[in-house]
């Protein structure tokens, strides 16, 4: 089916193009839920002990389907939400919600039991949200309900994040080049203070001769 899709690609108009855009996607998110139900299927059956007695769910993925730790440790935990949460599933089965909006739900719902308790009672509102807002925007709101549900783990992140900074500087031939991390309030303001002082030193040096 796949195939046949791209060799009309070339055929499509622009809106023909964005309509199949719009199916694609949710077809993408109907895709990653089967993958998840195999991932369950595979957890549940434990073939992994086949293949090796002290394996483990974790093991047999990477090693029979060449993933890395944190691809594995993603799909379980997702594939084991959809047993907790139908809801959850039943939007990505029907295409409705994507499979990196899940991850994004489930990364802020399940950080802390705290905020695992109150993932239910909130995760109808999380799902209507994922189908008209961005990732990024999808992250902050979860951000602020996490600072609501779970003020003190928010605050210690916040803390590891201030004494994980640190700012590497790399001379090249042409340029800089910068390498760091700071915690997000900290990089707000560093990036404000570079643009700042990065538009002025552009300024000065593009000054006409009569100082304009």
Not at 73 to 87: C, N, T, Y
Not at 154 to 162: I, L, P, V
């Amino acid at each position: 089916v796949v195939d046949e899709l791209l060799a009309q690609v070339s055929a499509l108009s622009g809106p023909d193009a964005s309509r199949q855009m719009a199916r694609v996607s949710v077809l993408a998110a109907k895709v990653d839920a089967y993958r998840l139900s195999l991932v369950a299927a595979i957890e549940s059956s434990e073939v992994w002990r086949a293949a090796d007695p002290n394996g483990t769910p974790a093991s047999f993925l990477r090693q029979e389907h060449v993933l890395d730790q944190r691809t594995v440790r993603s799909d379980l935990r997702a594939a084991k939400s959809f047993g907790r949460f139908p809801e959850l599933q039943r939007a990505c089965l029907e295409g409705r919600i994507s499979r990196e909006k899940v991850d994004v739900i489930l990364a802020f719902g399940l950080r802390t039991p705290q905020r695992e308790s109150a993932l239910g009672e909130f995760l109808s509102i999380f799902i209507e949200l994922a189908q008209r807002v961005t990732v990024s925007d999808l992250k902050k709101a979860l951000e602020l309900w996490a600072d609501q549900v779970d003020p003190v783990t928010t605050a210690r992140d916040e803390d590891d994040a201030h004494y994980r900074r640190e700012l590497h500087v790399v001379q090249l031939g042409d340029g800089v080049k910068l390498d760091g991390f700071f915690g997000k309030a900290q990089g707000m303001r560093l990036m404000a203070a570079l643009n700042g002082a990065l538009e002025r030193q552009w300024r000065d040096t593009h000054k006409t001769p009569d100082g304009s």
